[in-house]
C-alpha cells in the first residue's frame, strides 16, 4: 500500500499520566469560564483543544477536584395563568423541528438583585436554542414581553407562520402581545398550565443562564444585571457554550453549519 512501517506505530497525542495537573488545570480553566458544564462538555472542550483523553477519566478528575457540585435555588413564579384572555392549543407538541424560524420559544425568568428582583423576557429559535430576542426591566407586564418580541422579529425578519409557543401567562395572552403576533403572521401556541415540560428548551436555558451567571454574580441593582445578562447571553451561551442537543455546538456555529449545508441543496 506504500505506506510507511512508522505509521503502523503511530499513536495521536494523549495527556501523559505524568502531566495530570496539566489537566486538571485545563478542566478548571474551562469550568470557570462555563461553570454550568458537566464532564461531557468538558471533554468535548478538551477534544475541540486537540487533547486526547476519556470522559471517564475527566469524570474521575472532575469528582476528585470538587467540579461537579451544583447549588439548588428555590423557583419564583412568574407566570399568572388567572386571566380573561384567550388561551391557544399546543401547535408543537410532537412536532419535529427542521429549520430556524418554524418554531420560536418565549418565557420569562427573574433575577434577584438587593432589593428585590428583575425580570427577563426571552425569545428562542427552538431548532439553534439561539436567543434571538430578551429585554428586562423591574416590571412584569406586557410590555417586556413584547420588546423581547420587537428584538427577535427585528433581527429575523421572519417569513408569516412562525409559531410562537409560550405558557398561558397573561403577559403572553394580553390583547397587546396577541395583536402584535397577529399582525406579524405567527401562529400563536401555547403550552398547559402547570406544565413547563411543554417549554423545556426554555427551562433548559433559563437554567442554565442561572448557574452559570446569575447565582455565581451578586447583583446589587438593575444596571449591574442589564451589564452582565447580554453579555452572556451573546458572547458565552450564543457563541461560545456547547450545546449537547446541537452535537456540541453552539447556537451559532450550528446555524452557521445549517446554513451553509441548505446552499450546498
Not at 487533547?51 to 476528585?64: Q, W
Not at 401562529?187 to 442561572?210: D, H, Q, V, W
Amino acid at each position: 500500500m506504500n505506506i510507511a512501517r512508522s505509521t503502523f506505530y503511530y499513536r495521536g497525542k494523549t495527556a501523559s499520566p505524568g502531566k495530570e495537573g496539566d489537566v486538571i488545570d485545563k478542566i478548571e480553566a474551562i469550568c470557570l469560564e462555563f461553570p454550568g458544564y458537566g464532564y461531557r462538555r468538558v471533554t468535548k472542550q478538551l477534544r475541540n483543544e486537540e487533547l486526547v483523553i476519556n470522559h471517564k477519566r475527566v469524570l474521575r478528575l472532575m469528582r476528585e477536584s470538587d467540579l461537579l457540585c451544583r447549588a439548588k435555588r428555590k423557583r419564583t413564579n412568574t407566570t399568572n395563568s388567572k386571566h380573561p384572555f384567550p388561551r391557544y392549543p399546543n401547535l408543537i407538541k410532537d412536532l419535529v423541528v427542521s429549520g430556524m424560524n418554524q418554531v420560536w420559544l418565549a418565557d420569562i425568568t427573574y433575577i434577584r438583585i438587593r432589593n428585590g428582583f428583575v425580570y427577563l423576557a426571552a425569545v428562542l429559535d427552538a431548532y439553534s436554542r439561539r436567543v434571538i430576542g430578551y429585554a428586562i426591566s423591574t416590571s412584569l407586564e406586557t410590555p417586556l414581553t413584547l420588546k423581547a418580541l420587537s428584538m427577535a422579529i427585528a433581527a429575523r425578519h421572519p417569513a408569516p407562520g412562525v409559531i410562537h409557543h409560550s405558557d398561558q401567562g397573561i403577559q403572553y395572552a394580553s390583547g397587546d402581545y396577541v395583536e402584535e403576533l397577529r399582525r406579524s403572521g405567527f401562529r400563536i401556541s401555547m403550552a398547559r398550565t402547570g406544565n413547563p415540560y411543554e417549554n423545556a428548551t426554555m427551562e433548559s436555558f433559563f437554567k442554565t443562564l442561572k448557574y452559570e451567571e446569575v447565582y455565581l454574580c451578586d447583583y446589587e441593582t438593575l444596571a449591574d444585571v442589564l451589564e452582565r445578562i447580554p453579555y452572556f447571553i451573546e458572547e458565552v451561551y450564543n457563541r461560545k457554550r456547547l450545546h449537547s442537543a446541537l452535537a456540541y455546538l453552539s447556537p451559532i456555529n450550528f446555524e452557521t453549519l445549517a446554513l451553509i449545508s441548505r446552499n450546498r441543496e
